[in-house]
């Protein structure tokens, strides 16, 4: 049983942190900004603001199917059709359109395929360094494709080639890459790997690169799609591996994925895509250079998620951006810096708890909390945003929010707010955040709060209802 989601959010979502912010950590914090960070040495101090994150284990590979492999040569329309209905039937037009012969697709029925085997049965011919795929090749259920320590498949754009797996793909120490051709009949078809339906996916120690194009989620890079009623036996885990120029990794309905010590650079959209699922883990990674999308981006509906650790530097957009419908959400030690929009924009969730973040240098609101229930904003350092460090929008009638023991310095604004619900403040450190300290809902607060001490209440509206219940335990 894995156990390290409930306890880190369990520790997040505890009561409030008792104490003042670290003046020599946070003096540390600074002079490493002003040094013009990376992120790397700013993620060993976030660990220490955060007080400390353990990377959690990653789950060993289950084994593969055994024995030996079946393969026949088919129509692409076949796994076509199967494809539409478990991820839909968008852009498969432009799919065949890209397929040098619609006719000349491997098929592996069973076992398990590596690449010598392929080789041998004549399926794929040696490349420098590698193997080279020339075709497409899908996985049936049942079926397995190993790639194994220092091996490379390189897919032929020209030929219109990709991986569609049905089945299991196991990737250990190896390299799955793209070529630098082009496709004469789809000019953006990059090849790709797409896993869904009941197949399963783990890579560790390995390399993807130039994979994926702008397209429907199931080709933009590695995608594993398993979002329907029947879910594959053991959950996908992508760990200490390199994406560069994928165009995505996406995971859908991926219920216990763990995502840990990967490095990105160069995607097109974000650069980690989730959608739906529970008890899900992205720790320990880095992501930098996303051109068009947020570093990391949440959407659907989603529960027990740990987002810990990740250093998330120089996208185009929002550094972490979680728009779906989140219950239990813990964000810890995380760094997010030189991001060109919102450092964190969190979208309606509940139970949420963002502690021991560096948030700096992003082109507009630090941390954005917009319609969240309860939430504890702590120990944070937000510092040098281009709008407000920490904005609360469309809260009222929503759960309180307490904001403590966070430092923020150099923002334009400090906090700002518009729907204010209750907040509560307590042991924030706003002395250099000049020039403006509130703004919005917050700015006729000011008075009061200066007057008040350490802690101050800002009540929720009058027409706000009270919670039944505390959302954050469970029943």
Known sequence: MRLWPSLILATALAGPVLGQPDTILHGAIGRELQADADGEVLSVLAARLAGDVQMPEVPKATPVTAGPMKVIEGDVQAALTQLSILAGGNGHLSLQLAQASSK?????????????????????HRAANGWRLSRPFVLWPGSALVLSEGELLELDTAAGAFILSFGDVRVAGATLRGDAGNNARVPSFRPFLLVTGQGSFHAEGSTFAALGFDGPVAFRGVSVLTGGLMKPESPPVVARSRFQDVYSLSFEGADGMVLARNRFSGAGAAAVSVKDGRDIVLAGNRITRTASGAGIRLSGALEDVVIAANVIVGGGRNGLQIDGKTLRLGL???????????GISLGPATCVAVQGNVIARNGTAGLRLSRTGAARVAQNAVLDNGSAGIEVEAQSGLGPVLLSDNVLSGNREGLRAAGLGEVRLDGNDLARQTPRQFAGDFSPWLGFYLSAGDAFVIPAATSAAPAASDPCQPE
Do not use: K
Request: hydrophobic share 45%.
């Open 104 to 124: 000349d697709v491997l098929y592996l029925l069973s076992g398990t395929a590596t690449l010598p085997d392929l080789e041998a049965a004549g399926y794929l």
């Open 332 to 342: 810890r030690a995380n760094v997010i810096l030189d991001n060109a929009g919102t």
